[in-house]
């Protein structure tokens, strides 16, 4: 099995243990808040444009969250997509519970069907998307075909910056210097870890192996364009969107996070 096939084991064995709050209001919030899913520089950036009757693909869309609230913006259609089977069904289940129109499909994204080619006006990728693709010109080319011509792709994605950092629980972190430099911003080994997903269980425990990538903004970028998608935006904020992983860095003049905003050009 590569290591997508076991990311795929790991993050399922994670959902199966979530932290008991980690989807159980999402019905409720969903309902009673406007944009509890969605951070304000990422809607900033998508207000600008119309999503009323427009069909919208999230890649990487676990529980469906996001995707679910991007639909409050009066979308015809979202399609989510997700390699974890178990997340897939609950975002399923929490379409249909709040008549949404969104559906949640199980797939690995680099193996998305042609039948959802040239299908969307919008596309989004979203915190802790893209550190799973090893090589990102198969993501992107996927991405870009899914796009309609002159459909747009959102990103806000952790900022590279962070893969040079260590964070609490790996070996390297020291308490008194979370901004100590640790890891070549070119770093090309993959994380490979067995500690569980905290954000989403709330506790360590010996786990399925997850292996991640880091990209270099330059290598996002390059793919993009490689797949006829350029960007015409991008944004970078001091603030933390992983989950509290740097939240001591936030407001200190370090690029913690950033939204990337890329037009598919016709004839891709
Ligand atoms: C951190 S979440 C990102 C989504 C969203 N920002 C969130 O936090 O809910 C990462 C997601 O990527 C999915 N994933 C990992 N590898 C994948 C792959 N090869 N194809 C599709 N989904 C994948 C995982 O199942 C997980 O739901």
Same mark, same amino acid.
């Given at each position: 099995?590569?290591?997508?096939?076991?990311?795929?084991?790991?993050?399922?064995?994670?959902? @199966?243990?979530?932290?008991?709050?980690? @989807?159980? @209001?999402? *019905?409720?919030?969903?309902?009673?808040?406007?944009?509890?899913?969605? @951070?304000?520089?990422?809607l +900033?950036?998508?207000?600008?444009?119309?999503?009323?009757?427009?069909?919208?693909?999230?890649?990487?869309?676990?529980?469906?969250?996001?995707?679910?609230n991007?639909?409050?913006?009066?979308?015809?259609?979202?399609?989510?997509?997700?390699?974890?089977?178990?997340?897939?069904?609950?975002?399923?289940? +929490?379409?249909?519970?709040?008549?949404?129109?969104?559906s949640?499909?199980? =797939? %690995?994204? $680099?193996?998305?069907?042609?039948?959802?080619? /040239?299908?969307?006006?919008?596309?989004?990728v979203?915190?802790?998307?893209? =550190?799973?693709?090893?090589?990102?010109?198969?993501?992107?080319?996927?991405?870009?075909?899914?796009?309609k011509?002159?459909?747009? $792709?959102?990103?806000?994605?952790?900022?590279?910056?962070?893969? !040079?950092?260590?964070?609490?629980?790996?070996?390297?972190?020291?308490?008194?210097?979370? %901004?100590?430099?640790?890891?070549?911003?070119?770093? /090309?080994?993959?994380?490979?870890?067995?500690?569980?997903m905290?954000?989403m =269980?709330?506790?360590?425990?010996? &786990?399925?192996?997850? =292996?991640? +990538?880091?990209?270099?903004?330059?290598?996002?970028?390059?793919?993009?364009?490689?797949?006829?998608?350029?960007?015409?935006?991008?944004?970078?904020?001091?603030? %933390?969107?992983?989950?509290? !992983?740097?939240? &001591?860095?936030?407001?200190?003049? +370090?690029?913690? &996070?950033?939204? $990337? *905003?890329?037009?598919?050009?016709?004839?891709?």
């Amino acid at each position: 099995m590569d290591y997508r096939g076991k990311n795929k084991e790991a993050w399922e064995e994670a959902y @199966d243990n979530r932290r008991q709050d980690y @989807d159980k @209001d999402l *019905v409720a919030r969903l309902n009673e808040e406007e944009f509890p899913y969605l @951070d304000p520089e990422l809607l +900033f950036e998508m207000k600008k444009y119309e999503f009323r009757g427009k069909t919208c693909a999230q890649f990487c869309s676990n529980n469906g969250r996001e995707l679910l609230n991007l639909s409050k913006l009066g979308l015809e259609k979202g399609i989510g997509f997700d390699i974890a089977a178990n997340m897939v069904k609950a975002a399923n289940s +929490f379409a249909d519970e709040l008549a949404l129109p969104c559906s949640f499909i199980e =797939t %690995d994204i $680099l193996e998305i069907g042609e039948e959802h080619y /040239d299908s969307f006006d919008y596309g989004l990728v979203t915190i802790g998307a893209l =550190t799973w693709f090893k090589d990102l010109h198969p993501f992107f080319r996927k991405v870009s075909s899914c796009l309609k011509e002159n459909g747009v $792709l959102f990103i806000h994605e952790m900022h590279p910056f962070c893969g !040079m950092l260590a964070v609490r629980g790996e070996e390297n972190f020291d308490e008194d210097e979370p %901004d100590r430099i640790r890891n070549s911003y070119f770093k /090309d080994e993959p994380w490979v870890d067995d500690s569980g997903m905290n954000y989403m =269980t709330g506790k360590e425990y010996s &786990s399925k192996t997850f =292996t991640s +990538f880091q990209h270099t903004l330059g290598s996002i970028i390059n793919a993009m364009s490689d797949s006829g998608l350029h960007a015409v935006r991008l944004k970078e904020y001091e603030r %933390d969107i992983a989950g509290g !992983m740097f939240s &001591s860095l936030e407001d200190k003049g +370090f690029p913690l &996070s950033y939204v $990337l *905003v890329a037009f598919k050009s016709p004839g891709k």
